[in-house]
């Protein structure tokens, strides 16, 4: 039985793992043909990427890892029997993954007063795919972090947690190549 | 058999026997008009035929399926079925409406007209009082398979199956919309099509094959339960977005080409997953289960599906790929092995397990079974590679060099001749399943005596 008791080591629930893996490929997937693609038209991929507001996507990297600091906090407080203290961190994490959503929103908005869409270049086609795909995720995220602050059993906290990791860890992926990549 | 009701299987897994038989025999017939184009292209045009042969094959696993659950669900409910009547009246519904079909799509009947017509659109063309029908036996049946368990108790296994069959009746309401919009009509035609395939299926199949493992190796149902979550977790993952990849050249947005590509090659885990599940269940099982040849198909359906559905679906899942394979024989390629592996082989393993039991008698004649094994995977095989080839040729002559069709059609003859003579060993394979299932009273073989090794 090796093999089920090296699943039977990881922590939390194991259908979690299977979808951050999932969650994983699906992105590392996107990333790996974004460069590709890239690679046909770098002049034209640096273009579009200036249209980008990296302001507000560093503002929103930093939103989203405090929001994780308070997720990873809630469940030690959780566990050290301070449910009350455990909920505010985990409302407070589920407000900053909404504030990420405004920012996120206000900066889609102004893409489409410039009149940018994913049909306007393929960076663009990335760009919504990527981003958007990520903003559903945290959209679900702090519906998942609602719901264990109010069913807050300490494993439903560490299976939210664990979820919100991800969306936090994709991010930290998307956020260096699709801005930041010169 | 521990329940009486689960007798009602035997009447659905004869019928599904007879079409399948049907299937088969439609399926060579189109195999010949390939190689001789103008065979009864008055009195049965191809058309007609392939209808028949992909509309028989659909009928029959669905009715395999149900037939599945009606044995199964008794044992893991652990009582008898709600109603065995109400099991019957759904069989005589689906019987009526395949006679229906029959005869209205060989003589034509009806043509044009909005109830009794055949409706023209690929894989869905019965007419609509037949859709009806389905739908009506649907409801039937999961009102008395749901009673059964929630009155019962509820595994794991009965609750994905479950779980697939209601997502199989209500994803087919698809069927009777028909926007006028040919975008928008392919668009939720593949809900259809290609969520029960690629998806609701999939966890039928998933729960069936874990069933069987539970039986023929004895692995502890933790385990068997364990693997099943994940498998179905990855399925609906991949197989949901994953309809994507029908979506690259019908008109819909560009983005689906990503989604379709990265998704879909994604749909190639849970296939990876059921044949590790199958074999690691082998492994482990400690239960020298007599029933051999359900083994062997059981092992087979989840090696079989891996390939044709997993390996030969990925060839041609990317869209820069499909953008020269769309609509060529790779396509029919896929198709033949991906269904004959996950679906046929699927119900095939669970006859060969439940038919013995429901005619009370032990596994007699294996060896027939197991032959008829080898010689449909064999025939299917060879008609797989044969397609494949024809459809690299004619990818290349058609969409790279750029020759007509027709031309092209030509120059892969000989793949044709090919296929046909896989197809024969196949219908040979087949018409031999159906008579290791029914006649034979004896074993050919006397096993040999399991020695236990001295400690």
């Given at each position: 039985m090796s093999d089920a008791s090296l699943i039977d080591e990881l922590p939390g629930e194991l259908l979690m793992w299977v979808l951050i893996v999932s969650e994983l490929l699906v992105f590392g997937a996107g990333l790996i043909a974004f460069m590709g693609v890239r690679l046909t038209d770098p002049a034209g991929f640096a273009e579009a990427q200036s249209h980008l507001y990296r302001t507000g996507a560093a503002l929103n990297t930093g939103v989203l890892v405090t929001s994780g600091f308070?997720?990873?906090?809630?469940?030690?407080?959780?566990?050290?029997?301070?449910?009350?203290?455990?909920r505010l961190a985990l409302i407070s994490a589920a407000l900053l993954g909404v504030v990420f959503l405004i920012i996120k929103g206000a900066e889609y908005a102004g893409k489409a007063a410039q009149g940018i869409s994913y049909e306007t270049h393929p960076f663009f086609l990335f760009y919504y795919l990527l981003t958007g795909f990520h903003a559903a995720h945290v959209l679900a995220g702090v519906a998942i972090l609602l719901l264990v602050a109010w069913r807050d059993d300490p494993r439903n906290i560490e299976?939210?947690?664990?979820?919100?990791?991800?969306?936090?860890?994709?991010?930290?992926?998307?956020?260096?190549?699709?801005?930041?990549?010169g | 058999m521990k329940y009486?009701?689960?007798?009602?299987?035997?009447?659905?897994?004869?019928?599904?026997?007879?079409?399948?038989?049907?299937?088969?025999?439609?399926?060579?017939?189109?195999?010949?008009?390939?190689?001789?184009?103008?065979?009864?292209?008055?009195?049965?045009?191809?058309?007609?035929?392939?209808?028949?042969?992909?509309?028989?094959?659909?009928?029959?696993?669905?009715?395999?399926?149900?037939?599945?659950?009606?044995f199964l669900i008794p044992e893991e409910a652990e009582r008898e079925i709600h109603s065995t009547k109400l099991a019957y009246i759904q069989l005589a519904i689906l019987i009526l409406g395949t006679l229906g079909v029959v005869v209205t799509y060989v003589f034509n009947l009806f043509e044009g007209n909005w109830l009794l017509g055949k409706e023209g659109r690929e894989f869905l063309e019965?007419?609509?009082?037949?859709?009806?029908?389905?739908?009506?036996?649907?409801?039937?049946?999961?009102?008395?398979?749901?009673?059964?368990v929630l009155k019962g108790k509820k595994t794991v296994i009965t609750n994905i199956l479950l779980l697939g069959l209601w997502g199989l009746a209500l994803l087919?309401?698809?069927?009777?919309?028909?926007?006028?919009?040919?975008?928008?009509?392919?668009?939720?035609?593949?809900?259809?099509?290609?969520?029960?395939?690629?998806?609701?299926?999939?966890?039928?199949?998933?729960?069936?094959?874990?069933?069987?493992?539970?039986?023929?190796?004895?692995?502890?149902?933790?385990?068997?339960?364990?693997?099943?979550?994940?498998?179905?977790?990855?399925?609906?993952?991949?197989?949901?977005?994953g309809t994507g990849h029908h979506y690259y050249w019908i008109g819909t947005p560009g983005y689906w080409q990503w989604i379709g590509s990265i998704f879909s090659s994604l749909e190639v885990i849970p296939f990876f997953a059921m044949m590790a599940f199958a074999f690691v269940m082998v492994w482990k099982g400690r239960r020298d289960h007599p029933n051999k040849a359900a083994l062997l198909w059981s092992l087979g359906c989840a090696t079989l599906a891996f390939f044709g559905a997993g390996v030969w679906g990925f060839l041609h899942t990317l869209h820069g790929v499909n953008y020269y394979t769309h609509g060529t024989q790779i396509t029919a390629a896929h198709g033949h092995l991906a269904f004959y592996g996950a679906y046929v082989c699927l119900n095939l393993a669970i006859f060969t397990y439940a038919m013995p039991i429901l005619k009370n008698r032990d596994p007699y004649n294996q060896v027939l079974n197991m032959a008829s094994f080898w010689l449909m995977t064999g025939g299917m095989v060879f008609?797989?590679?044969?397609?494949?080839?024809?459809?690299?040729?004619?990818?290349?002559?058609?969409?790279?060099?750029?020759?007509?069709?027709?031309?092209?059609?030509?120059?892969?003859?000989?793949?044709?001749?090919?296929?046909f003579g896989a197809g024969l060993v196949v219908v040979i394979g087949a018409l031999l399943f159906i008579y290791s299932i029914w006649v034979p009273r004896k074993e050919v073989i006397e096993p040999g005596v399991v020695e236990t090794p001295a400690e």
């Open positions: 308070l997720a990873a906090r809630a469940l030690r407080w959780r566990q050290a029997a301070r449910r009350g203290a455990a299976a939210g947690g664990q979820f919100w990791h991800m969306v936090d860890l994709v991010w930290i992926l998307l956020f260096p190549v699709i801005y930041l990549l | 009486e009701s689960q007798k009602v299987a035997y009447a659905y897994f004869a019928f599904a026997m007879g079409l399948f038989a049907i299937q088969v025999i439609g399926g060579l017939l189109a195999g010949w008009i390939y190689v001789s184009p103008n065979f009864l292209s008055e009195l049965l045009p191809f058309n007609i035929v392939r209808m028949l042969h992909t509309n028989a094959l659909i009928v029959w696993l669905i009715t395999g399926f149900f037939g599945a659950a009606y019965q007419p609509k009082w037949v859709k009806a029908g389905i739908v009506v036996a649907a409801l039937i049946f999961l009102f008395n398979v749901s009673m059964t087919f309401l698809f069927a009777f919309y028909n926007p006028g919009n040919l975008s928008l009509d392919k668009q939720y035609w593949w809900y259809v099509v290609h969520l029960w395939v690629e998806g609701v299926w999939e966890l039928i199949m998933a729960s069936i094959l874990a069933y069987l493992m539970l039986k023929l190796t004895g692995v502890d149902r933790e385990v068997v339960e364990k693997w099943l979550y994940v498998i179905v977790a990855a399925a609906l993952f991949s197989g949901i977005l008609m797989t590679f044969v397609l494949t080839f024809a459809g690299t040729v004619q990818t290349h002559m058609q969409r790279v060099v750029g020759d007509y069709y027709m031309d092209v059609q030509d120059q892969v003859a000989i793949f044709y001749w090919m296929r």
